[in-house]
């Protein structure tokens, strides 16, 4: 062949260049960069571990679950990057696409500074309850410090994109809704059982809630639980009666079947229902109920769906993640995922909408069971580790500067501490100290530590992402790991631990690439890869990056 010349390179590149346009056009006249779909569904499963995907896998339907991994793409190491890992920060963090630090969600109660007392994440006196009489519905997002992705689709279509957004749990509903969700809407048991909204969003329910309300489908759920499967089936889960799960009140014991009924009014009326997997199903109820009546996703305007089922938590905290009511709860679930992905085929169309499923944090298997197992885990007397404390602050200083101890974080009482003319660093160091070397505790910091260090991995670098400095604690520890501080029955969640970070991410839908990956993603890069999709701006406060290997390039 001929060594080529310039004139031959310049045809060549001419010809490249027209050849290349020509294709483009012809394959696809313009890139389109605009939101390929036209509904998203957020779903968040509350307590959700990764492995009730792999340990259940072989009983899930092809519809539910196992679609969405099939036909869509699965995160398989996904994490939350911060403690604590509890059901408030974990929606905050899930929909703003950053972490505690950012979005000052830093627990579901935590210590107001200011007030000197506790408050609820989602709790705002400022509105009134809508559809209850009680105080059941006096919620905001006031304490969200940044916006949501919900609130960026409102905000780029000027308000006419929708966002409704659904829970048993208010905070579940609350904060994945944002500043400007059209609703948000939770439930209240007793004797009606409710789904109720408050002030903040609307001066009264609409029509249609109101009749949903008013028709009471949710009569249909006080019947006996029983195993879903033959009992055999349940091989996936420890004997049913064991010692490491808690009854209903007057149950005599946490064994199938739950007989609902006769444990009706001592347990709160329908508000049984949450720690069941009913209360999943009445939440699909009323979810397909919002998709119909608010017309979702019916014109090229993308609206939101934000669904957070909250009754694997209840139930994992009842019976603990190994026991057969948790499998028989994600049986079910998976069914319920099944129900929602055939309305949305039907009323939105195949393909045409968007969905994720992650989790607000996972869960540590029950220590008891584990330590049966000869594995290294245990309890933490919390109440005695608080007198340890005011001891230990009383001797050293003088005085009880302890104003309050909650989620894992200390805080002084500062103006104590200025009255005495004492130093907050040296205060803060010295407990830290203690802490350090106490049998239960594995790493204690300091509030000057975190403000002060760049950590970029491990425990301390997820403490500083948890770690608000206008809102967390003077000193932060950490349990041992195994270790926990709650009852001897049923598991509980709020550690950095792997065990309560690791998570499922499914993506699934318009504008997701099928696909897997085993690389480390984490919770705040959901909102951003939503944002991508979406062609919208990112929350005002992420942090996390888009999962581009999920996105149809
Ligand atoms: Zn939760």
New binding site residues.
């Given amino acids: 062949m001929r060594p080529m010349n310039r004139f031959n390179s310049a045809a060549l590149y001419l010809f490249l260049l027209v050849s290349s346009t020509v294709l483009a056009q012809t394959s696809n006249a313009s890139p389109e960069i605009k939101a390929p779909t036209k509904l998203v569904v957020g779903i968040v499963v509350?307590?959700m571990r990764y492995d009730y995907l792999t340990r259940f896998w072989d009983q899930y339907s092809d519809r539910g679950f196992k679609r969405l991994v099939s036909e869509g793409f699965i995160a398989k190491n996904n994490h939350f990057n911060y403690a604590p890992t509890?059901?408030g920060p974990?929606h905050a963090s899930v929909y703003t696409g950053t972490t505690p630090a950012t979005h000052g969600i830093i627990g579901n109660d935590f210590f107001d500074l200011a007030s000197g007392s506790m408050v609820y994440c989602a709790g705002d006196d400022q509105y009134a309850s809508v559809g209850v009489s009680g105080r059941e519905g006096q919620m905001s997002p006031h304490r969200l410090l940044t916006n949501t992705v919900t609130d960026q689709l409102r905000i780029h279509y000027k308000n006419k994109a929708k966002v409704i957004s659904i829970s048993v749990k208010d905070r579940?509903a609350v904060l994945p809704g944002g500043h400007t969700a059209n609703a948000a809407y939770w439930f209240v048991g007793g004797a009606q059982g409710l789904w109720v909204t408050s002030s903040y969003y609307m001066p009264e329910l609409p029509a249609w809630v109101a009749d949903f309300n008013a028709k009471q489908s949710i009569a249909q759920y006080k019947k006996p639980w029983d195993l879903m499967l033959k009992e055999k089936e349940y091989t996936q889960s420890v004997a049913d009666d064991n010692p490491y799960e808690g009854a209903f009140k007057g149950e005599e014991k946490p064994v199938f079947p739950h007989d609902l009924p006769a444990l009706w009014e001592q347990n709160g009326g329908f508000g049984i229902l949450r720690a069941t997997p009913y209360g999943n199903s009445m939440l699909t109820d009323f979810a397909l109920e919002a998709l119909k009546q608010e017309s979702l996703g019916q014109d090229k305007i993308p609206d939101f769906l934000a669904i957070s089922y909250?009754s694997t938590?209840y139930v994992g905290h009842q019976f603990g993640v190994d026991s057969r009511e948790i499998q028989d709860t994600y049986l079910r679930l998976d069914l319920e995922i099944a129900r929602l992905l055939k309305s949305l085929d039907k009323q939105v169309g195949v393909g045409q909408y968007t969905l994720f499923l992650t989790a607000?944090?996972a869960a540590i298997p029950v220590p008891a069971y584990l330590k049966d197992q000869k594995i290294p885990a245990g309890y933490v007397d919390a109440s005695a580790m608080k007198k340890e404390i005011n001891q230990f602050v009383q001797a050293r200083f003088g005085a009880d500067l302890v104003a309050n101890i909650s989620n894992n974080q200390v805080f002084f009482n500062r103006q104590a501490i200025r009255d005495l003319g004492l130093d907050l660093d040296e205060v803060q160091g010295a407990l830290a100290d203690y802490l350090q070397d106490h049998t239960d505790v594995a790493h204690a910091y300091t509030a000057r530590t975190l403000k002060s260090t760049e950590f970029v991995s491990g425990i301390p670098a997820i403490l500083q992402m948890g770690y608000h400095k206008d809102r967390s604690g003077d000193v932060l520890f950490v349990y041992k790991p195994g270790y926990i501080s709650y009852s001897k029955t049923g598991s509980t969640?709020g550690s950095p631990e792997v065990y309560d970070t690791h998570t499922p991410l499914l993506m699934f839908g318009a504008g997701i690439q099928p696909g897997a990956t085993a690389e480390r993603t984490e919770i705040s890069d959901i909102a951003p890869t939503i944002s991508v999709l979406l062609g919208i701006a990112f929350p005002n406060g992420s942090i996390g990056q888009p999962i581009s290997k999920a996105l149809k390039p």
């Fill in positions: 509350d307590q509890s059901t974990g579940g909250s938590d607000d944090h969640h």
